[in-house]
């Protein structure tokens, strides 16, 4: 009996408390999906932060390379890259925002595990 209140004490609940790292830093987490190197500058302390600004660097990428070949390969790119991976980025923007604001470290979909900031 001891053994089963105790384990419940130690799980983590979510409705718990968060943490003052997430708390603190939870615009700068929002904001590195929009301007990335904003939190590498201003908040390098937080792992919460820096977490988002690598996951914002990464989308930030995606963007570029989703440009690039939409606009070198004639045709296809203007009818299928662009728009559907304008759309893919732009749902993975929305989904990181979101993580950010709940104050979660979850992995973008398909792009997210990749680590280019530690």
């Known amino acids: ?64 390379g989703v440009s690039v070949l939409g606009t070198i390969l004639p045709f296809i790119g203007w009818l299928l890259i662009l728009p559907l991976g304008s759309l893919f980025l732009i749902i993975m923007l929305v989904l990181g925002i979101i993580n950010a604001a709940n104050g979660q470290e979850k992995p973008l979909p398909l792009i997210g595990k990749f680590k280019l900031i530690k």
Do not use: R
């Not at 799980?11 to 943490?19: G, T």
């Open 1 to 64: 009996m001891t053994e089963k209140v105790k384990s419940e004490e130690t799980s983590l609940d979510p409705h718990q408390e968060e943490s003052s790292d997430v708390k603190e830093n939870k615009g700068m987490a929002i904001l590195a999906y929009i301007i990335f190197f904003i939190p590498l500058l201003a908040a390098k302390d937080s792992k919460f932060a820096m977490y988002h600004a690598n996951q914002g660097l990464i989308l930030f990428l995606c963007w570029v």
